[in-house]
């Protein structure tokens, strides 16, 4: 059974950091890409991140580059997300799913929902003073 377990949110002050983990199992990370999405109250779901777990590709939206980085743990089955410099507009849940890796490319911001599956269940991240 394919299954995303995503952790790591929780509140944080403006400037802080956060590294969200996406541990999957059911599966083998190496063959697939993983995404990261993020979905704010009354916005779209809307891609964060992506990684490409055979060859290591990374891609990123341009609201989060330079402050956000991806990594991948193939033995531990684990994607990474370090969110460095958040701001109030990070706020959002936090999803990763998996998907084929020519989904995983530089306009990953754009990436549609429908190609991504299975997700995980989030995680809350929220940036407040």
């Known amino acids: 059974q394919v299954q995303l377990v995503e952790s790591g949110g929780g509140l944080v002050q403006p400037g802080g950091s956060l590294r969200l983990s996406c541990e999957a199992s059911g599966f083998t990370l190496g063959y697939f890409a993983i995404g990261w999405f993020r979905q704010a109250p009354g916005k779209e779901r809307e891609g964060v991140s992506c990684i490409r777990t055979g060859g290591g590709m990374s891609y990123y939206a341009d609201s989060v580059k330079g402050r956000f980085a991806i990594s991948k743990d193939n033995d531990k089955n684990t994607v990474y997300l370090q969110m460095d410099s958040l701001n109030a507009e990070d706020t959002a849940v936090y999803f990763c799913?998996?998907?084929?890796?020519?989904?995983?490319?530089?306009?990953?911001?754009?990436?549609?929902?429908?190609?991504?599956?299975?997700w995980g269940q989030g995680t809350q991240v929220t940036v407040s003073s």
């Open positions: 799913a998996t998907g084929t890796p020519q989904y995983c490319t530089s306009s990953f911001d754009g990436a549609r929902s429908q190609d991504w599956g299975p």
